[in-house]
């Protein structure tokens, strides 16, 4: 993808799409452990009826855009669409069953590598990051993993459901990666109807050959995946998807990381779950890591500015 200084400038309203995104996916856990569905039931409707909300308007509006996609032109952009929402279901589909095979607590540490994973795809692009966005990166890491408390369990089940959930940050980083690249000449909306729409087909299918039940739950629970759709998916995963546009992948994921104190105030309004002293230790480290990693980064990235560096290999945006 191009370089940060031939990226457009950083506006108020990337800059409030983010901290909308923040706000929206901090809802997402405490939503899933309120419903009473399967995890892989729950990443099923999100993604359908966030395409069911997202299709009238992007079939009204960018109907040249999805003709353009089917066409030679578009082909790759299109691929790149449809890879990410591959992706995106690969990370629902390790990460939410990883909960049930570990502690709520090892899982969300381990699937907060994502930044790491997000970091060495980069450098596989050909990208150099700033020996201080490493630092960030691994300060907001241990942040996440002290905040949660990650207590890596040694049963044969629990072992599946560590690797699920590290395999859950390497999906969710591709899915990141796939994404910035589409978004560099495809607009969030249709970008965000094709990849929701690919996931939720894919999920389905799994849904389907796992024999995990679709329908039949409580009024309760309806409203807690309506609410996922409307909060978490649509103005949290979309507003990042916008945000990638003027955002590296890499700061992106470090920036979805403040989920982790987001869904700790939440559970303590909401559910009284008080965070315990070594949390909220964990949360100052984590917030302290997103500042490193994004005024780090930006700061080198003025520095590399007046000697621009050709571009990398075609990225994706809105």
Known sequence: ???????????????????????????????????????????????????????????????????????LAGRREGLFCVLSGVALAAHFAAWMPSVQLTSVAAATALVATQPVWQGLIA????????????????VTVGGAVIATGADVGISASAVVGDLLAVAGGVFGAVYTAFGERARASISTTTYTTICYGICALILLVICLLGGVRLT?????TWLAILALVAGAQ?????????????????????????????A????????????????LLGMS?????????????????????????????APLTD
């Open 123 to 138: 450098r596989a692009q050909g990208r150099r990051l700033p020996p201080v966005v490493w630092v960030g990166i691994a």
């Open 216 to 220: 039949g739950f409580d009024g309760r």
């Open 264 to 279: 700790a105030l939440l559970a303590w309004v909401w559910l009284g779950q008080v965070p315990r002293a070594y949390a």
């Open 285 to 313: 480290l984590l917030l302290v890591g997103v500042a490193v990693v994004v005024l780090g980064g930006a700061r080198a990235g003025r520095r590399a500015a007046p000697t621009a560096l050709p571009a990398d290999p």
């Open 1 to 71: 993808m191009p370089p940060a200084s031939h990226r457009p400038p950083l506006d108020p309203l990337t800059t409030g799409a983010v901290g909308l995104a923040v706000v929206a996916v901090s809802s997402s856990a405490p939503l899933i452990a309120y419903a009473a569905a399967p995890a892989l039931a729950i990443a099923f409707w999100r993604n359908l009826l966030a395409v069911a909300v997202l299709s009238p308007f992007s079939l009204a509006r960018r109907r040249a855009e999805f003709r353009a996609l089917v066409g």
């Open 234 to 262: 649509l103005l949290g995963h979309s507003m990042f998807n916008y945000a990638l546009h003027r955002i590296p992948a890499t700061t992106v994921s470090v920036l979805i990381l403040l989920e982790v104190p987001g």
